[in-house]
């Protein structure tokens, strides 16, 4: 969950802010991904409704919250042997989110709260 939202929210940031920035609508991106893409999910739904719905993203807190079960998972891979690389990343990219107000970070904050009504 932690890696495939973050994966999400990075592509968006770079749909919106990169080499295309203005160029590509990403209400009509995020439903090709829906459509007619192998990255079909219900969190992509989720990152259609929130780009569909901009001022959600724009509402919702830049600093992206945690509640600890990626924690546990890391902490219980490195306990047993067992890598979980994208996981730690996310976690770390959510812990790091209080230090800058990021559109990836507010992506992220919209899909928590649309899936489970996290504001933090």
């Known amino acids: 969950e932690y890696g ?3 994966s999400y929210a990075e592509g968006l940031d770079l749909i919106a802010h990169g080499t295309y920035e ?5 209400t009509t991106v ?10 079909r999910s219900f969190l ?5 409704e929130a780009v569909s719905h901009p001022s959600l993203i724009q509402d919702v ?8 079960e990626a924690l546990w ?7 047993v042997g067992i890598a979980t690389p994208a996981t730690k990343l ?12 990021r559109y990836a970070n507010r992506v992220l904050s919209a899909l928590r709260y649309l899936f489970g009504g ?3």
Request: charged share 20%; glycine share 12%.
């Open 61 to 68: 807190p830049s600093v992206v919250g945690h509640n600890g």
């Open 4 to 6: 495939m939202m973050q």
């Open 22 to 26: 203005g160029q590509l609508d990403l």
């Open 90 to 101: 996310a976690l770390d990219v959510r812990k790091a989110s209080a230090e800058a107000d």
């Open 30 to 39: 995020t439903n090709i991904w829906q459509q007619g893409s192998i990255i």
């Open 118 to 120: 996290h504001t933090k």
């Open 73 to 79: 998972m890391v902490e219980e891979g490195e306990r």
């Open 44 to 48: 992509g739904q989720l990152a259609h």
